[in-house]
């Protein structure tokens, strides 16, 4: 072997390595430096690259069965997408794998989901998809931790039928609770209804009703509890009931396309005002183009867990309003301020409620080097009237009120329902990530309980 032969050989190991530990900032640095070694990068020659990700898949899959849902189908998704990336699941595929490759993509929903979800995709990612991973759901059903499944359930098909008709009816992810309530078809036609009788109302006595017209209502819907199999099989029959708060004109313009299961888009619903599944019962229900309603809420107490982008503000922005303020009440040192918080804030910072108490504290921090203030009352009255001011600027929006400037927005054409979805978010990941993500999980978990039942009556 050729010293440049052993190069690449080493090379090629130490990027195996890094997938193995999930070093992935540290691979995608590592093929950047391929020049130095005068390689070009393939991705064929890195040793055991399905092994490996076979592993770091199941260990995810382990995770969610142990109850870590939270994070692990995230990472699964990003693992894969990563993968993708650098054409880690490349392969070379024969004429009966193009066969089923050629069935899959009459499904132009599940293409358009993954694009969305991991960019440009090949033939090898979509057989991999479509054979591997439901074949490593079924491997570790009857391998890796049997034992473990088995205690809650006394038999394979409890698990399997769990796993396909209760799991994603209902569960945790990224501090959000994910619900299933019931068909949207259910949901429209209760709308329907209820809006057919407020019209009936108005036209009777529109000077008694003046305000009927207005675009958003509130109704209760009732559904049947989703979790079938909960008691070993036993299928219950509980029901819950939800308060929504919909903008009647945006199910109007957007009914047809709600209620369509070939278009590629999770439509904005409602609100849940009463009934939600987290501590605050609040929630945001959206359409999905299996004709479900999903519900999703956190499941945190604290006000800021749900968002609808806060509403925030550049520098300039916020210093613009923040001027006009202490024009109002008449604060001499205004400019002495302005000019301070010019230089103390990042100017590319977004300032919302959140940074309140720090843009305080700085002005508070230069006033007292100032020392213009003979006594402490004066001193404290003038921070005060400043505090006031900063709150009035940053104060929180409730999340109905910003609910319904995002529906209004929508009426105004504006804002499209369907990207609502995309402002909503907790922390770093939006209603969007967790619906389409969902989505792909719905199909990994369909043909894993196709090849169940196959190997159950063929074998």
């Not at 093929?31 to 130095?36: K, R, S, Y």
């Not at 990003?78 to 009966?96: K, T």
């Not at 006000?303 to 550049?314: D, H, V």
């Not at 929006?397 to 990207?419: G, T």
Request: proline residues 3%; positive net charge; aromatic residues 16%.
């Amino acid at each position: 072997m050729s010293l440049k032969q052993q190069e690449e050989v080493t090379f090629y190991q130490r990027l195996a390595k890094l997938l193995i530990s999930k070093e992935f900032a540290e691979f995608r640095k590592f093929i950047t430096e391929l020049n130095e070694y005068k390689l070009i990068y393939n991705p064929y020659k890195v040793p055991r690259r399905f092994e490996i990700l076979s592993q770091l898949l199941i260990n995810c899959i382990k995770n969610v069965a142990e109850g870590y849902q939270s994070s692990s189908l995230g990472e699964f998704i990003e693992i894969l997408r990563f993968f993708n990336e650098f054409n880690l699941i490349e392969r070379d595929l024969n004429e009966s794998d193009f066969d089923k490759i050629r069935n899959i993509k009459k499904d132009q929903l599940l293409l358009f989901n993954l694009e969305d979800l991991f960019g440009k995709i090949t033939n090898s990612f979509i057989f991999y998809i479509y054979n591997d991973i439901p074949n490593l759901l079924y491997d570790i059903l009857y391998n890796s931790f049997k034992d473990l499944q088995f205690y809650y359930f006394p038999s394979p098909d409890d698990f399997v039928n769990y796993v396909k008709f209760v799991f994603f009816n209902q569960y945790s992810i990224y501090g959000l609770i994910v619900k299933y309530l019931g068909p949207v078809k259910q949901f429209i036609n209760e709308f329907n209804k209820y809006y057919s009788i407020i019209q009936k109302k108005i036209d009777f006595n529109p000077k008694k009703f003046p305000n009927e017209k207005s675009t958003f209502i509130e109704f209760d819907v009732i559904y049947k509890d989703g979790n079938f199999y909960e008691n070993y099989g036993e299928e219950r029959n509980l029901y819950v009931i939800k308060k929504h708060l919909v903008s009647s004109k945006n199910i109007l313009k957007n009914q047809e396309k709600i209620l369509a299961k070939e278009i590629y888009k999770f439509f904005s619903v409602s609100m849940v005002l009463l009934g939600g599944v987290g501590p605050q019962g609040m929630g945001f229900t959206y359409s999905t183009p299996k004709g479900e309603l999903i519900e999703i809420c956190s499941d945190m107490k604290e006000n800021e867990a749900i968002i609808i982008k806060y509403k925030q503000f550049l520098k300039e922005q916020f210093l613009k309003r923040l001027e006009k303020e202490l024009t109002k009440l008449n604060i001499g040192i205004k400019d002495e301020i302005i000019n301070y918080l010019l230089s103390a804030l990042n100017p590319r910072e977004l300032i919302n409620y959140l940074k309140r108490d720090k843009v305080v504290s700085e002005i508070k921090k230069h006033i007292s080097e100032l020392e213009l203030f003979e006594s402490g009352d004066e001193y404290g009255e003038l921070v005060e009237n400043i505090s006031k001011s900063v709150s009035m600027i940053l104060r929180p929006i409730k999340m109905i009120d910003q609910f319904k400037a995002r529906m209004n927005l929508v009426n105004e054409s504006k804002l499209k329902s369907e990207d609502i979805a995309k402002l909503t978010s907790l922390k770093k990941k939006s209603h969007y990530d967790i619906l389409k993500e969902r989505f792909f999980f719905q199909y990994i978990i369909d043909w894993f309980y196709d090849l169940y039942l196959y190997k159950k009556n063929n074998l």
